[in-house]
């Protein structure tokens, strides 16, 4: 599945408990076709003392949301908007939002 966001991308929550929320891309998981998003579901994890965690305890973790639920944010409309992609005539890969507005280089020229 082609993935339509990046790591470092600004990104909006279309759906469950965050709707409306944007965040930034911590991290992509391809294999599960998932996205972190900074400051969105998150939940507590239970950890055993250790060097890193001296007292262990309940610590917030950011996890997983489905690559489905999130729109990249277009920087002109400040909105959501689905990708499509433009391959120019010099081998240079563009992702555009909807209303031709450019979001970023995928791919840069040979």
């Keep these: 599945m082609a993935l339509h966001v990046k790591k470092g991308d600004i990104v909006e929550i279309v759906t469950g408990d965050h709707k409306g929320a944007t965040g930034r891309v911590l991290r992509v998981v391809p294999g599960k076709n998932c996205v972190v998003v900074q400051g969105h579901n998150i939940a507590k994890k239970h950890v055993r003392p250790s060097r890193k965690n001296p007292q262990g305890g309940r610590i917030n973790v950011e996890r997983p949301i489905h690559i489905s639920n999130v729109l990249p944010v277009n920087p002109k409309s400040s909105g959501g908007s689905k990708v499509h992609y433009k391959v120019n005539e010099d081998g240079s890969k563009k992702r555009l939002a909807a209303d031709g507005t450019e979001i970023g280089v995928v ?4």
Aim: glycine share 0%; net charge positive; charged share 75%.
């Design 107 to 110: 791919r840069k020229a040979k």
